[in-house]
């Protein structure tokens, strides 16, 4: 364990090196405000600019995450519009992150290309397990994307780009250390010449945490290890050839629920989980040619063990392998992107057999070909056209489709517009799952279908310097999957597809306010009215889905950036969620209080090449919950020292 006592001792043997190479100097940190004109790799099949994308857009560069010194992305997705996390105690435990009122798998996760949603959490992203340390930027895209990316991409595609060296070699590292036992340190670096480069990184997190349930006092603890390695080559003047290894090691100790009383319950319960990341690529474009043609093949691995007093109860696992072969063909300004892809996901279930036989081995197959337009109608008008065609191994054939555009009205004003349609086929765990007198899947779910649309505007004031974006949104989803039915022939919940449509709809508004070369603010508010249908006929609210979200932050530094300071305050509504009481009695919706989230980091700069920070969170100390009867962090501080150089 990595402990706060170690910290001075780690600092002090960074100094002497940090100090020896202050005169390499480091960029200064990057503007408040979004540079539009940059390009992201989310959007579209090729590289579009995020101001031609009609879809709603946010980018979160090295920068911030710096200012901040957040540890996990979900620290960063908070101040997003649209989105909100839901997490069942301190680090390391179960998060959920559900946008503009979907569900958390309608939430696509790709780490440098490589689909991340995992089989065995529902399809879900394993958002516990996602540090910043290696990061360089976070592409989000919200709206539909399924017409790009395939099944789960209904309500936004989060693209995680690591850290990699394509210039003069570099080292960064980080130590910290403070509250709860809290020890966290990082390291990355890399090298490269024209043709070639190298890069690698690993990170350490481990806390003794606290006790996440209301009563008792065993604390829950976790650590978390992720380690990356990418290179690239360039073999000739026409072919570039990439690859990218990731693997994640993390260890959790959670409550379980207690049947007696229907709330989480001290117990010795811990979740071990090993994940790994691999992809390959190859580009080639000849000079003088229309044409650049694309390779790759990735892979994704989770395993999973679940211990109760030291010995295992339950595991599972999955593996996803996909290929794809893809053809960029430019037309003057325009641009066609076509691709041919396969994916084979398997799952696999091993547990003991009480009343029933939990162990079994599944897979599916899912072949697709993809055409994504790239349109230049004007000066002021950009236009998308996508479409993607799934044949699908275990469902019927489907098509997905997306129309966006994007019109500059005036010189500070800019028109956005998006519809598209969305699928997410029914989980391996809804259709095949068992746990013993809990749950049986149902092998006959359908997919869930969408149809969703936003609308948007984008204006700049005081020439330049205040930048605000309104979008409205909606989304129609048939054939919801409610995964919580009461069988009364086995007297186990199961999964069912739900008659009528869930929908979905709101607006956000975001704003960015430069006052001076030393300070800005910026501002985030989003309302979300999510309804699914009831046994009566009527609706009802969907669950952890809080109707307003807000975030403010303000950013202040010297004229010299020797000292900077990131105040945030991330704002989560009032929501509902269900509390199943001991049986027979039937279960309860409870609502949860809504809570101030207050962030303090101040950092100082030794040297050009050595930082020191503080950083605090929940600094308000609010009791809250975001999940029912599981207790949240109450405030905490870190200290630590970074430092970076060249070589």
């Known amino acids: 364990m990595f402990n706060f006592r170690c910290m001075p001792a780690f600092c002090w043997t960074l100094l002497p090196f940090a100090s020896a190479l202050a005169d390499s100097g480091i960029d200064s940190a990057a503007d408040t405000v979004p540079d539009f004109d940059q390009i992201i790799v989310t959007g579209a099949l090729a590289p579009i600019q995020l101001n031609q994308l009609g879809s709603a857009s946010t980018v979160i560069n090295r920068g911030e995450i710096e200012r901040r010194q957040a540890r996990y992305v979900t620290d960063l997705l908070r101040s997003v519009p649209g989105f909100s996390v839901s997490q069942s105690g301190g680090a390391g435990s179960q998060t959920q992150v559900r946008v503009r009122g979907a569900e958390a798998n309608h939430v696509l996760v790709l780490i440098d290309g490589v689909r991340a949603n995992d089989p065995t959490s529902g399809d879900e992203f394993r958002w516990e397990y996602l540090s910043t340390g290696n990061i360089e930027r976070i592409e989000i895209v919200r709206g539909p994307q399924s017409a790009l990316w395939g099944s789960d991409a209904v309500a936004a595609v989060v693209h995680v780009v690591t850290r990699q060296n394509h210039g003069k070699p570099s080292l960064n590292a980080y130590a910290e250390g403070g509250s709860l036992s809290t020890g966290n340190a990082g390291l990355n670096g890399g090298l490269g010449a024209d043709n070639w480069s190298v890069s690698a990184g690993l990170e350490y997190l481990d806390t003794d945490g606290y006790n996440i349930s209301r009563s008792g006092d065993e604390v829950d603890g976790a650590d978390l290890l992720t380690a990356s390695l990418a290179g690239q080559v360039r073999a000739s003047d026409s072919l570039t050839i990439n690859a990218g290894l990731r693997a994640v090691d993390a260890s959790s100790q959670y409550d379980p629920v207690d049947f ?168 391996f765990i809804e259709r095949y799952g068992y746990f013993p007198g809990q749950f049986a899947g149902n092998p006959e779910l359908k997919p869930e279908q969408s149809l969703s649309y936003d609308i948007g505007l984008d204006y700049e004031f005081l020439n330049g310097t205040l930048l605000t974006q309104v979008s409205l949104f909606r989304q129609d989803l048939r054939d919801e999957i409610n995964g919580y039915v009461f069988d009364p022939l086995t007297f186990l919940s199961t999964a069912e597809n739900v008659d009528g449509k869930s929908r979905r709809s709101g607006v956000e508004f975001n704003a960015w306010w430069s006052l001076n070369n030393l300070a800005g603010l910026r501002a985030s508010y989003t309302y979300t009215d999510a309804d699914e249908p009831d046994a009566s006929g009527g609706d009802t609210r969907e669950l952890r889905r809080p109707r307003h979200t807000a975030s403010l932050a303000a950013d202040l530094h010297t004229s010299d950036e020797r000292l900077r300071a990131t105040l945030t305050a991330d704002f989560g509504g009032e929501r509902q969620d269900i509390f199943y009481p001991p049986f027979p009695a039937p279960s309860q919706i409870v609502t949860l209080d809504s809570h101030w989230l207050l962030g303090l980091t101040l950092q100082y700069r030794l040297s050009r090449s050595l930082d020191l920070f503080v950083r605090g969170s929940n600094l308000l100390d609010e009791d809250y919950e975001e999940v029912f009867g599981y207790r949240s962090q109450g405030r905490a501080g870190l200290v630590g020292i970074r430092t970076r150089f060249g070589l």
């Open 260 to 427: 007696a009383s229907g709330l989480p319950a001290d117990a010795d319960a811990v979740t071990d989980t090993k994940n790994y990341f691999a992809n390959l690529g190859a580009s080639l474009h000849r000079d003088g040619s229309r044409i650049t043609q694309h390779l790759r093949a990735n892979y994704f691995e989770s395993d999973n063990s679940n211990l109760m007093d030291g010995t295992e109860e339950s595991s599972n696992g999955s593996d996803r392998v996909s290929y794809a072969y893809q053809a960029d063909i430019a037309f003057a300004r325009n641009r066609l992107s076509l691709a041919l892809e396969h994916e084979r996901t398997s799952f696999e279930q091993r547990g003991a057999v009480i009343f029933g036989d939990p162990n079994q081995n599944q897979a599916i197959d899912v072949t697709s070909v993809v055409a994504d337009f790239q349109a230049h109608g004007s000066d002021r008008l950009t236009w998308l056209l996508s479409a993607r065609f799934d044949d699908n191994s275990d469902f019927e054939n489907a098509f997905s489709g997306r129309a966006s555009a994007v019109y500059q009205l005036t010189d500070v004003a800019t028109l956005r517009a998006n519809i598209g349609t969305g699928r997410s086929n029914p989980t």
